[in-house]
């Protein structure tokens, strides 16, 4: 879920790709971000924040910093009131530069640790910060401004204090992913920890100035508060959402939280707004069987929570992934025509208790299956009234998670309508989302699902038509241009499969989606791409340029410029290895023919600190196999040296738990398990010949395979927490690929069964995104390498039934094809999620040499031709 919010604070400025919050707000800045500044300071913008630091008084590398919190109507006079303040005092400092950016970050999906912060002020030292907060605590008396979590709060005020960096480093945090770091007495660079808990890092003693404000901190309680929490159901910046029981009658409840001033929307409501508004609608509501009891509405501290009835049974979106027929469960026809029934049940409790709701004069207006509890005889609770109104509101703002959201210009009832098709067609294909960026996709996933499901054309609900001239009064074709591309799934031997059409299509999206104009990505990728820099192979120009590059496709020279610059720019401190930094951005370069700029970056990356992850993403093993691969380009001995040094290091590791400078992978899978360092064993094997790599990459692949489970249907899938997956990056998907590899150099009859016993999971008609990493493209290639053969490399029967169903993802327009990325929520082009995966995953089932190679950049020898370096 976390991941899932912040995905959603990067499409607020661009309804097709995910992009940075920081291009939204040019026409709403305040004066100090663009207007004149005075003589002595340096302006610069980060992001959201206009910095500004005097010319003789840089900031200190960390220590107590004040933040300055505010809302859209006291944001102005807050910002005044600082900025004299510093800028008269010299004090360096930074703020959210724009009405826009400040109800952004403290909007319902932003960062909770961030939310509320508007000014950040650092003073030199400790006496400084003592006065510099004095100053500040007079002058923005009386203005109100939400509470940081993750700061001290000094009285009631806006005013937060919190001990951290000042300056951007980072270090190895406790995943070995890369995070803000501080430095510790011994100046050793340790994670500075940026949760919504406050904490002062052990070796730092307070100031005595924040004493009294501790004190209060610590004796914060409610004794009179009525309900013990068990559980934290959920959070937003927001607030929470928490199972909780009486504390005398022990009578459960859900209690549903909301900070003031704190998760705007677009109308500009809070949550203390938004939690009123669904009170007094239950309170209209109550008697209905579809609506949790109300217990009461309570003020704590400041935080106000609607108590409700706990409600037993899943949420609708629980029910799903429980019940729909997957592989690893029973997919035969009666399962599907069982499952088809249940979703039928279910729709119709949820179309009468809609009906119920019209009776009293209410509309729901804000479908989401998380929001529909069902009970054991499959009726429904609806229990998220935030946006509910009366029936007949008009001109109603458009609200609603994506793909369930009524287009724009509808009523109250037309919204409930169009949510109640929606969540039809999520029982049935989870992918709503769609809907959003192609609004012809609407027809084609109907048509798949009454299809998969054998269900009548007539059989309700139907999609709406919406009033008010803003949608088309006639439905969208059956047939997008998308699916005329790919042919028909439902006859996927009708007629020969196009390959070369969609690999034209697709590089001809990736050409037009291109922006070499700007420093910060070159073409639209998954949201981490402005975090952790435009370099890479996973989410950055290197995965793409080669893509393109392996499908034989042009590769202008602007394009790989772009790539060295961002390489050189973004140096390893954004990622530290194969798929998330330097090391693949160099070896992408060496393929594409930049040998020269190939070492350098090579060179740059090994004077860096080595990764403290062990996998192949963005751990040791990927260095490893970067290595191998510029020990074979360049008869570099000593790279190969160190490679083997890499893999004598991870085997440690898997031997005995512990390894200097390595942390033990808490789970398992291709690109961050052990099967990371069984490629890396491997890989070594076929340059060395030596034969000890063998049992070592047995033993890491054994270690990786501990996690996987045998299905009811015989099938093994890998187990997270409790999911079980088959993808290429978590899963059996990606492990079974390593197994193939060691089944090319020695015999291992458990390895032939879990082969056999993963291929059917990865031939599944039903896969929810189409990416390479997590999806139904990586799905593609493990099967279409499952099957290859030296005599035989084209994709057999089930690989080409896969790929037709990439129609269903697929977007075509007039310049090219596209693909949504992680969360179908934005179109994606890059590697792991995006177009550029969908392209190689493609290539390697129809133009491929059936070696691992061909998939994995670098992790095992391609027989295509790579250019010695010189």
Not at 26 to 35: L, M, S
Not at 615 to 631: I, K, M, R
């Amino acid at each position: 879920m976390a991941d899932a919010r912040e995905a959603l604070l990067y499409t607020v400025a661009d309804p097709l790709h995910y992009e940075t919050p920081s291009r939204l707000d040019d026409d709403t800045r305040y004066p100090p971000a663009h207007g004149a500044i005075p003589p002595g300071w340096r302006r610069s913008l980060s992001g959201l924040w206009a910095v500004m630091t005097p010319d003789d008084a840089p900031p200190a590398g960390q220590g107590w910093k004040i933040h300055v919190s505010a809302t859209p109507r006291t944001a102005a006079p807050a910002l005044e009131r600082t900025a004299a303040l510093c800028l008269a005092g010299g004090v360096p400092f930074k703020f959210l530069r724009s009405d826009r950016a400040l109800t952004t970050m403290s909007g319902p999906y932003a960062p909770r640790s961030a939310g509320g912060k508007f000014i950040t002020v650092y003073p030199r030292d400790d006496p400084h910060f003592t006065q510099i907060l004095g100053e500040l605590l007079d002058a923005l008396d009386g203005l109100p401004g939400p509470y940081i979590l993750s700061d001290l709060r000094i009285g009631r005020g806006p005013v937060h204090v919190r001990y951290g960096s000042f300056v951007a480093r980072r270090c190895p945090g406790e995943d070995g992913r890369p995070v803000p770091a501080l430095v510790d007495p011994s100046g050793t660079l340790v994670p500075d920890v940026r949760g919504p808990v406050f904490r002062v890092p052990e070796w730092v003693t307070p100031p005595p100035v924040l004493e009294p404000h501790l004190a209060a901190r610590r004796a914060t309680r409610d004794d009179a508060f009525p309900y013990v929490v068990h559980e934290a159901l959920r959070f937003s910046n927001a607030g929470g959402v928490y199972r909780a029981a009486h504390r005398d009658t022990g009578r459960p409840v859900v209690l549903r939280e909301a900070r003031p001033f704190s998760g705007l929307d677009d109308t500009g409501s809070d949550a203390v707004e938004r939690l009123h508004r669904e009170y007094r609608i239950l309170m209209e509501l109550q008697g209905l069987d579809c609506v949790p009891r109300l217990y009461g509405l309570h003020t704590v501290w400041e935080h106000h929570f609607l108590v409700r009835e706990h409600v037993e049974g899943p949420t609708l979106l629980e029910a799903v992934i429980g019940r729909y027929p997957l592989p690893g469960r029973n997919t035969s026809e009666e399962a599907f025509r069982a499952y088809a029934e249940w979703a039928s049940r279910v729709i119709g409790h949820l179309t009468s208790a809609l009906d119920s709701l019209h009776e009293r004069g209410v509309c729901l207006r804000d479908f989401h299956p998380r929001n529909i509890v069902v009970r054991t005889d499959d009726s429904v609770v609806l229990v998220d009234f935030e946006y509910a109104t009366g029936l007949d509101v008009r001109d109603l703002p458009r609200v609603g998670a994506a793909g369930f959201a009524a287009p724009a210009g509808a009523t109250g009832a037309e919204a409930d309508q169009y949510g109640l098709w929606a969540t039809w067609l999520f029982t049935l294909m989870a992918m709503p989302e769609l809907t959003d960026l192609d609004p012809t996709k609407a027809a084609q996933l109907e048509a798949v699902a009454r299809d998969r499901f054998d269900l009548s054309p007539t059989a309700v609900p139907h999609r709406p038509e919406i009033s008010g001239g803003r949608t088309p009064s006639t439905p969208p074709p059956a047939l997008p241009e998308a699916e005329d591309l790919f042919g028909s799934d439902f006859d996927s031997d009708s007629e020969p499969f196009d390959w070369p059409a969609v690999r034209d299509a697709l590089v001809a999206g990736i050409h037009a989606d291109a922006t070499p104009d700007r420093a910060d990505r070159l073409f639209p990728a998954h949201w981490t791409v402005f975090d952790r820099a435009g370099h890479t192979l996973a989410h950055g120009a290197a995965g793409v340029l080669l893509a393109l590059h392996r499908v034989g496709a042009t590769v202008p020279a602007p394009y790989t410029d772009w790539l060295v610059r961002s390489a050189r720019r973004a140096g390893p401190g954004a990622g530290y290895g194969l798929y998330d930094g330097p090391y693949g951005a160099a070896a992408a370069l060496a393929e594409l023919g930049c040998g020269e700029e190939a070492l350098e970056i090579l060179s740059t990356a090994r004077t860096a600190a080595p990764p403290t992850r062990p996998g192949l993403y963005g751990g040791q093993a990927g260095v490893g196999l970067a290595l191998c691969h510029f020990a074979e380009l360049t008869g570099d001995s000593a790279l190969l040296d160190e490679a083997t040094r890499i893999a004598q290091r991870l085997d440690t590791l898997r031997r005995d738990g512990a390894a200097e400078g390595l942390l033990l992978p808490s789970t398992g899978g291709l690109l961050d398990g052990f099967s990371g360092s069984a490629l890396l064993q491997l890989r070594l094997h076929g340059i060395t010949g030596d034969r000890r790599y063998l049992p070592a990459a047995r033993a890491a692949l054994e270690l990786d395979l501990e996690h996987c489970v045998t299905m009811p249907d015989g099938t093994v899938q890998a187990r997270y927490g409790h999911r079980h997956l088959a993808y290429l990056e978590e899963g059996s998907g990606g492990m079974a690929l390593v197994a193939r590899e060691y089944l090319a150099r020695a015999d291992a009859p458990s390895l032939t069964a879990f082969t056999r016993a993963v291929r059917p999971v990865c031939a599944s008609d039903f896969v929810r995104e189409p990416g390479l990493f997590r999806g139904r493209a990586g799905h593609i290639a493990v099967l279409s390498l499952l099957d290859a053969t030296e005599q035989h490399t084209r994709p057999g029967p089930e690989a080409l039934a896969s790929i037709r169903r990439l129609s269903w993802h697929a977007i075509r327009t007039g310049d090219g094809l596209r693909f949504p990325g992680r969360g179908l929520l934005r179109l994606s082009t890059d590697l792991a999620t995006g177009s550029a995966g969908v392209l190689l995953a493609l290539h390697t089932a129809f133009e491929g040499d059936g070696r691992l190679g061909s998939l994995l950049p670098f992790a095992a020898q391609s027989s295509s031709h790579l250019a010695h370096l010189r």
